[in-house]
């Protein structure tokens, strides 16, 4: 016996006889036994099927003999198979038939899935009045298709894909008008979103289809993937810099991440309509080979280049899909279970405080995003795993959503709002695990509308889940939140303290932000994409962030998390310590950060160090400032990098209190009052934020020296509330403060 392989679901063999006569071979695996006799003189080929046992992918071992005609035993051989599964003649990855049947079920009547439904066929109907039509480009950064002068995206000339209009002063960008370098880049843009909206136009096809089962619609996915599959292993294998061994390097997009997200899409739509008869028997050989498996090898190849990684969790989606439609065994164990896996992202990329690894809201959610259409798949074709840690990255960001229904933007990443974005991710979270906890957000916020909401949501979900966040301390992460209630509103603080990120890190830790009310009073940064002039050097260095600087320099990237030296919750206030020494060498920073029952915030931020330097406690604050403090027009405040998008500058050299009255864009106000001490440099200033066209102001202290303090105390109002006082101890590195409501003092202090 010679040549054992395992080609999809059987076992094949090579045996050489000569001489014997008739050969028994049996197979086991198991319980399960296949008895075959061979009667034959040299080099044949056999094969045997490999008994299911209900738990596909996994490694099974297996036993082959062979017997002479008087039943002794020639030869065994013991090995490993996979575990197979049998896909059916119709699709089942993306959608069983039961699912089609509840889908059109809950669209059969009025409502917001008929709604969904409804406007999807509508917009697909107008797409298919125009024949398929690959660009014959490979796509470039689809971030770019925007005007370079104003910002704003570019709309294509009415039936001219070169030429594309400003829509602020109606400039058009084409061939004879614009540098070459520059049309490049706006014509790769385009056609990125051009691939891009033929892959999700593959998905809704097929989707239409099984809602309809009108064979139009399986047309359509088929002329797309055939039309692909033509032309797909031409495109060249490039990165973003034309580098053919470039670490994301992708064939139809510019960057392999991108490229499997658009797989993601074209293989659902494959998946939805098998057994259709769109695709004749050569098609679906010509897709599968020419079009699913070289996406599909080639976003494997890059298994070792990121790691536990938002992208990698995309490359396994797309490979998963891919690789169980092609009946390749091996390739969809490797992506579940083998290095950098399905398995190892959802055990090391989710921290045990169920955030993701990365410190971003965004890239969580980003992650969680591929991860669910894997979910989904295997669950499908019976591939079972632990679902606990991804059940707690859905709960998990819950605990730190602020009055507005958002979540911070923490380092890089986009806004994330329970109200809006997240819905349809909680639509499929509560499907998956029938949880009212997890579908909690959709009882608050509302229910999703959109096609993945519809299709892999409920009609309706489990209620009684939802809990108000209270304050929480997540040390895995990094991540202290501080609230209160009172007659004015909700009071949020958040402390940033957790490990640095990666590369969608930022150099910020123990930076706070804070919401009273409805209204944003200290902010954080976020970002405005990664084509922004200015993300790197303005929005992923210290200064953008409400934090402590050293001698006007960013953080040291550290990876691990500051220390959390305590964290207490009694009536109704919270007061949470931090510490680190591993920023700055040499110097030790503390931040204590309170919230009192009276919905007020205190914060005292220190360093200690054993020799002098300028520190600079910066807030980035939103909304009007007003202040009685005689400020001067300055320019330069020393220092460079980042210090050059400071705008607006005002400064005054004072010994005592510095407050700042800031008022909301509803009228509300709030004051910031930086406690005084002899010498301090008082800066206020404008700095861009988020989006990038805004500004929003900066309070700035200067101090020198190697043990500085520095202590804020924010309200609601124009000034202190009646009755209350607060005072510095500085040598005791100490904020002590007495609200009209409460009958003691409360001292905050560093030591």
Known sequence: MSGLRQVGGNLALDLDVEGIGTVTLVATLGQHSEQVSVDTEGLSSHDFRIPRQGDPLKLRDMTLEAFDPEGALLAMREFEVIEPLDLPQRGMLAMTAADQTTLQNRTSSKGRARNVMTNMINNLDAEMADAVSIPAEKGGDARGYKCPDHGDGLQMVAGDESRHRCPVDGHVYGPDNTDAEHYDYIMGAFNAGRHKALAEEAWYAGVAYQLTEDIQYADRVADILVAYAAVYPSFPVTDRHGDPNGKGAARVLIQSLDEARWMVGIARGMDLIRGSGALTEAETDDVLENLLRPSADLLDSKRENFGIHNIQCWHNAAVLLASLQLSDFDMARETVYGENGIVDQLQEGILGDGIWSEGSFGYHYFALRALLPAIQSMRRAGILLD????????????????????????????????????????????????????????????????????????????????????????????????????????????????????????????????????????????????????????????????????????????????????????????????????????????????????????????????????????????????????????????????????????????????????????????????????????????????????????????????????????????????????????????????EPEENEAVTLSLD
Not at 622 to 640: D, E, M, Y
Request: with cysteine.
């Open 387 to 738: 679902d606990s840690r991804t059940r707690n990255m859905l709960i998990g960001p819950i605990q730190f959503v602020q009055p507005d229904g958002t979540l911070p933007l923490l380092n890089d990443g986009s806004l994330q709002a329970f109200p809006t974005n997240l819905r349809e991710i909680y639509e499929q979270a509560a499907a998956l695990f029938d949880d009212a906890e997890v579908a909690a957000p959709l009882e608050v916020f509302g229910r999703g509308s959109t096609v993945d909401s519809i299709v892999y949501g409920l009609k309706s979900v489990k209620e009684g889940g939802w809990t108000d966040p209270e304050s929480t301390n997540k040390p895995n992460n990094g991540l202290g939140s501080l609230r209160a209630t009172s007659s004015n509103g909700d009071t949020f603080a958040l402390v940033d303290y957790g490990p640095h990120g990666g590369v969608h890190g930022h150099p910020d830790k123990l930076a706070v932000s804070l919401w009273m009310g409805d209204d944003l009073v200290l902010r954080e940064s976020g970002h405005n994409g990664y084509t922004e002039p200015w993300y790197h050097s303005w929005y992923k260095r210290t200064l953008a962030h409400s934090t402590l600087l050293r001698d006007g320099l960013d953080q040291t990237e550290v990876e691990e998390a500051a220390t959390s030296k305590s964290f207490t919750r009694s009536s109704g206030a919270t007061t949470l310590a931090v510490e680190t020494d591993g920023i700055y060498p040499g110097s030790t920073m503390q931040r204590v950060v309170h919230t009192s029952p009276n919905g007020r915030f205190m914060d005292v931020f220190g360093a200690t160090s054993d020799e002098s330097h300028t520190w600079d406690y910066v807030l980035h604050c939103q909304g009007t400032p007003s202040t009685n403090l005689s400020l001067t027009s300055v320019g330069n405040i020393g220092f460079g990098g980042p210090y050059k998008y400071l705008t607006n500058k005002k400064a005054a050299y004072v010994d005592g209190d510095i407050v700042v009255t800031f008022t909301s864009s509803d009228g509300d106000l709030h004051t910031v009052r930086i406690l005084g001490e002899q010498g301090s440099i008082f800066v206020l200033a404008e700095a861009p934020g988020y989006p990038s066209n805004s500004k929003h102001a900066v309070l700035l202290v200067r101090r020198v020296g190697a043990n500085p303090v520095f202590a804020t105390v924010v309200t609601e109002g124009g000034n202190l509330p009646s009755g209350m006082t607060v005072s510095m101890d500085i040598p005791g590195r100490a904020l002590t403060f007495q």
